[in-house]
């Protein structure tokens, strides 16, 4: 993780944003499938709205390492170090233990696993593992559009393209709204159109937090950033656009590194694990409140002992595989380019 205030106090709110989603299957998404043995006496049913704050940090995270690789092969790298190994383990976690204790209707087959080694095997109409990684997709997909317009044409090529998105998301919403017409919707997954206001937001944060920014750019920052708000609340309504602008400043402030309650080492270890809880949690947890509660465990002690057992797989799945590949597979990579961007570029906490 980044030694930087600003970083570490982005983690840790990756790792707010995980712990929300994880409340949020735990509660109200396991009652809704499964049926807890007694209602907790809290639920989360907002919590998946931490997904929303990934892909905004994502937008933030992605931008910084493109400005800090000057070859595409030191981005490919650097995202690819970042996510394949921890999903690999992950993958491997989930299929043995939810076979090992039984979910019914979540655990697939070895075909299918073999499938999902690729990340991508929702193009392909094949079932996750987890219902989580959808979201890698998105994130995928964001990465590679954002790469190809940055290389094109720098920022302003990355800005053009969100405009773009941005306006084709809104023709998209006035074309079913106006002439009750659904056009193509290939070309929302593809464009990302239903998420996209939320990288634009994140790549605005960096841009307009970083310091030396000139001041043209930031005007379009801004702009930007005001357009991606208006369309969200154009599209998805204003009461989440709202939430949004509340993210944007809660962002904006730990990318000044203005929140230091935000590196409390609770926080900042949670920040660290993020990814990999993110990752395990779900099947696994699912399976296992099933099995505590058909036990007659109590339902908060048992979403307890959940929640700790997903945070000790995901502490050493990141110790013992996350970090040391990621380690590995950059410093082969450097031992090529000894005097590439990647061995210079802060540890972009991932997205």
Same mark, same amino acid.
């Given at each position: 993780?980044?030694?930087?205030?600003?970083?570490?106090?982005?983690?840790?709110?990756?790792?707010?944003? /995980?712990?929300?989603?994880?409340?949020f299957?735990? $509660?109200?998404?396991?009652?809704?499938?499964? #049926?807890?043995?007694?209602?907790?006496? &809290?639920?989360?049913?907002?919590?998946?709205?931490?997904?929303?704050?990934?892909?905004?940090?994502?937008?933030?995270?992605?931008?910084?390492?493109?400005?800090?690789?000057?070859?595409? @092969?030191?981005?490919?790298?650097? =995202?690819?170090? =970042?996510?394949?190994?921890?999903?690999?383990?992950?993958?491997?976690?989930?299929?043995a %233990? $939810?076979?090992a204790? #039984?979910?019914?209707?979540?655990?697939?087959?070895?075909?299918?696993?073999?499938?999902?080694?690729? @990340? &991508?095997?929702g193009?392909?109409?094949?079932?996750?593992?987890?219902?989580v990684?959808?979201?890698?997709?998105?994130?995928?997909?964001?990465?590679?559009?954002?790469?190809?317009?940055f290389?094109?044409?720098?920022?302003? #090529?990355? =800005?053009?393209f969100?405009?773009?998105?941005?306006?084709?998301?809104?023709?998209?919403?006035?074309? %079913?709204?106006? +002439?009750?017409?659904?056009?193509?919707?290939?070309?929302?997954?593809?464009?990302?159109?239903?998420?996209?206001?939320?990288?634009?937001?994140?790549?605005?944060?960096? =841009?307009?937090?970083?310091?030396?920014?000139?001041?043209?750019?930031?005007?379009?920052?801004? /702009?930007?950033?005001?357009?991606?708000l208006?369309?969200?609340?154009?599209?998805?309504?204003?009461?989440?656009?709202?939430?949004?602008?509340?993210?944007y400043?809660?962002?904006?402030?730990?990318?000044?590194?203005?929140?230091?309650?935000?590196?409390?080492?609770?926080?900042? +270890?949670?920040?660290a694990?993020?990814?990999?809880?993110?990752?395990?949690?779900?099947?696994?947890?699912?399976?296992?409140?099933?099995? %505590?509660?058909?036990?007659?465990?109590?339902?908060?002690?048992?979403?307890?002992?959940?929640m700790?057992?997903?945070?000790?797989?995901?502490?050493?799945?990141?110790?013992?595989?996350?970090?040391? /590949?990621?380690? +590995?597979?950059?410093?082969?990579?450097?031992?090529?380019?000894?005097?590439?961007?990647? /061995?210079?570029?802060? #540890?972009?906490?991932?997205?």
């Amino acid at each position: 993780m980044s030694q930087t205030p600003r970083l570490a106090q982005l983690d840790a709110l990756r790792g707010i944003a /995980a712990l929300a989603v994880v409340l949020f299957h735990y $509660t109200t998404r396991y009652d809704q499938l499964f #049926g807890h043995a007694q209602a907790p006496a &809290v639920a989360f049913p907002h919590g998946w709205l931490g997904v929303n704050l990934f892909f905004m940090i994502s937008g933030f995270v992605i931008f910084m390492t493109l400005e800090r690789t000057a070859r595409p @092969m030191d981005f490919v790298v650097s =995202r690819f170090s =970042r996510l394949y190994p921890a999903y690999w383990g992950a993958i491997v976690l989930t299929f043995a %233990l $939810t076979h090992a204790i #039984g979910l019914p209707g979540k655990t697939v087959g070895w075909d299918v696993l073999a499938v999902n080694v690729t @990340m &991508v095997q929702g193009f392909f109409g094949v079932p996750h593992v987890d219902g989580v990684y959808w979201t890698l997709e998105v994130e995928l997909l964001f990465y590679a559009w954002a790469l190809l317009s940055f290389r094109l044409a720098g920022a302003a #090529g990355l =800005r053009h393209f969100l405009f773009a998105c941005l306006a084709l998301r809104l023709v998209y919403a006035a074309a %079913l709204a106006f +002439w009750g017409v659904n056009l193509p919707w290939m070309g929302q997954r593809w464009l990302l159109l239903p998420y996209i206001c939320w990288f634009a937001l994140g790549v605005t944060i960096y =841009r307009l937090s970083r310091p030396g920014g000139a001041a043209s750019s930031s005007r379009w920052d801004v /702009a930007l950033a005001v357009a991606a708000l208006g369309v969200m609340g154009v599209c998805d309504g204003w009461d989440l656009a709202a939430l949004a602008a509340v993210f944007y400043a809660v962002l904006y402030g730990a990318a000044k590194g203005r929140w230091t309650w935000l590196e409390h080492p609770v926080l900042l +270890w949670l920040g660290a694990i993020s990814y990999t809880l993110y990752l395990l949690h779900e099947n696994i947890g699912w399976a296992v409140l099933r099995r %505590l509660e058909s036990w007659g465990v109590e339902v908060h002690l048992a979403i307890a002992l959940t929640m700790a057992l997903a945070a000790a797989l995901a502490h050493a799945l990141t110790h013992f595989v996350e970090q040391p /590949a990621m380690r +590995w597979i950059r410093d082969r990579y450097r031992a090529r380019r000894p005097n590439g961007p990647l /061995a210079r570029a802060a #540890g972009e906490g991932g997205g």
